[in-house]
């Protein structure tokens, strides 16, 4: 904590007894949406996640209307380095405590992904669709939407949308969690080194194994059928039940 | 229940379904005894496997196994007049009651009708699912010729296709792992929920929506299974727990910690036995919960009698 000093002391204090509106102390979540942080390292998040927050193409993912504590807990991982990114670290490590829970709590409050009562109708086996909706339980993974929520629409504040964000962030998750195995030489071509994991933040392990269970055309083909659930302009009618 | 009792509610039936009460015999739902030890999986040979979804056929009877797999993943949504809790047969029964250890369909359908020496009684497949309507769902089975439990039938016969009948097969039930030497510690249990279950489950067991469809389901409260459920056996719980969760996360908990985690779970209160006999809670203990597994119906834990029911 800052410490601010008697003259700022006083003037809390007087608000108090006034009961007037204290000046805002902590850091504006929206202006370093639109501006940047105090340091010039942390800049606008618009350039890169869009000016309403959607995500852009390229893999720039969506934050608008994700989970406060979740995205909280993503910019402290990006600091911690248990979330590597060459372009993201530098920025969450850049922000200020204050500046994280202010630019996580104004992306909270965006508008959530909106998404069709039932998209797709019934998934068929070997699609992305199955997967996302039916799990692989031979492997022992679940269906997507069990902790992502039905249609992908997320789970309180540890489990995000998938909804919402592009076929290509989805994918590239997933192999970040997985890492790449080392491949041998042969004849024609030079042996290629193994990747270890980039993100290994998932409370419990509970995404890793997952990851690492799918190939490469079924991490594409998942990360597909998410990406396909973009918003929807009918409103969902929140009354109703959403099926699996 | 006295025989008598049962000769009366058997007198009794076509009057109250006159009445338009329920028509379950609700007497012949008394018992949920466990499932008899499954066989073991011979080490290098499979489950058995179901036929795939894909193997529907497209035709009235397709469409009737269909609709018993949509009322089996999406029971409140579909059947609300049945449930009385926020719960679904498939939070019990994975992989829309496929998966092995997680009492599948595949390996119950052919086993009934069960004789059972012990009441000299014989249950049928439609009554093992009213009991799980009734205990596990907290709600009102539907009748034995209705269109839900008609369809839930026709599911469960799809899915035993090329399975034997009246043989147990490997991965029937729960496989619950032995009681562990030093007996259980609900304390124990509790650091293992905080670390493991809290974050779907939620800090006061209490499940998870996504609006009005529960997504995480409650462990306990008036939302989850009730009182005469076979899951508030801890035993039972233990398989299930230690096959299953955290979720696909399963076979990772150990013997110890798989008990020690569903008694933490199962100390906790939830909805009343509707068997309660007399308003007693020792009378109920006495005649359903003494000779029933490992429960702690009836028990005083902490300072507190346990089954005193929530609503």
Not at chain 1, 99 to 123: D, F, I, L, S
Request: glycine letters at 10%; aromatic letters at 8%; charged letters at 20%.
């Amino acid at each position: 904590m800052r410490d601010f000093g008697p003259s700022r002391r006083l003037a809390l204090l007087c608000g108090v007894l006034l009961s007037l509106p204290l000046p805002a102390l902590a850091a504006d979540g929206e202006a370093i949406m639109q501006k940047g942080g105090a340091n010039p390292a942390a800049m606008p998040c618009i350039t890169c996640h869009g000016a309403d927050g959607k995500g852009m193409a390229g893999g720039f993912p969506r934050l608008s209307g994700l989970p406060e504590d979740y995205l909280a807990k993503q910019l402290r991982d990006f600091k911690s380095g248990s979330r590597q990114n060459p372009i993201m670290q530098p920025i969450a490590s850049a922000l200020t405590d204050e500046e994280v829970a202010a630019v996580a709590k104004a992306y909270a409050q965006r508008p959530k992904v909106n998404v069709q009562a039932t998209p797709g109708g019934r998934p068929v086996e070997g699609s992305g669709a199955w997967i996302a909706l039916r799990g692989l339980w031979d492997r022992n993974v679940p269906e997507c939407t069990l902790c992502h929520g039905p249609a992908g629409v997320g789970v309180g504040s540890h489990f995000p949308p998938l909804a919402g964000q592009s076929a290509e962030y989805i994918e590239a998750q997933l192999k970040a969690w997985r890492g790449e195995k080392a491949v041998a030489a042969t004849k024609k071509a030079k042996a290629i080194p193994a990747v270890a994991p980039t993100r290994r933040n998932d409370p419990n392990g509970l995404m890793q194994h997952i990851a690492v269970d799918l190939s490469d055309a079924e991490i594409k083909a998942v990360a597909e059928y998410f990406g396909s659930l973009g918003d929807s302009k009918e409103p969902f009618d929140e009354t109703q039940h959403r099926l699996r | 229940m006295t025989t008598i009792s049962v000769r009366l509610a058997v007198l009794l039936l076509p009057l109250l379904m006159a009445s338009g009460a329920m028509a379950v015999d609700t007497a012949r739902l008394d018992d949920q005894t466990q499932l008899p030890k499954a066989p073991k999986k011979v080490s290098g040979t499979k489950y058995f496997q179901p036929p795939a979804e894909g193997e529907i056929p497209n035709n009235a009877f397709g469409e009737l196994v269909r609709r018993g797999q949509d009322l089996f993943m999406n029971t409140k949504a579909l059947a609300p007049q049945y449930v009385g809790n926020e719960m679904n047969c498939v939070n019990c029964h994975i992989d829309r009651g496929r998966k092995a250890n997680s009492a599948p369909l595949w390996a119950a359908y052919p086993m009934y009708p069960a004789y059972r020496k012990k009441n000299n009684k014989v249950n049928t497949f439609v009554e093992r699912m009213q009991g799980c309507f009734q205990f596990s769902m907290n709600g009102k089975p539907p009748a034995a010729d209705s269109e839900v439990l008609t369809a839930l039938t026709a599911y469960a016969y799809w899915m035993s296709t090329n399975a034997p009948i009246g043989k147990a097969l490997p991965g029937r039930g729960f496989d619950e792992p032995p009681p562990p030497k030093g007996g259980y510690d609900i304390g124990r249990g509790k650091v293992v929920y905080e670390k493991q279950c809290a974050i779907c489950h939620g800090d006061n067991g209490e499940g998870k929506k996504v609006g009005v469809t529960s997504v995480f389901p409650p462990l306990w409260g008036k939302d989850s299974y009730n009182w005469g459920a076979g899951m508030h056996r801890i035993n039972t719980a233990a398989g299930f727990i230690q096959h299953n969760m955290p979720l696909g996360r399963g076979e990772t908990l150990s013997d110890q910690d798989a008990w020690d985690v569903a008694a933490f779970i199962n100390s906790h209160e939830r909805p009343q036995d509707p068997r309660l006999v007399n308003g007693s809670i020792e009378e109920t203990r006495k005649r359903y919960h003494a000779d029933d597994g490992v429960n702690l119906y009836g028990v005083t834990v902490n300072g507190t009698l346990l089954g005193q029911g929530v609503k």
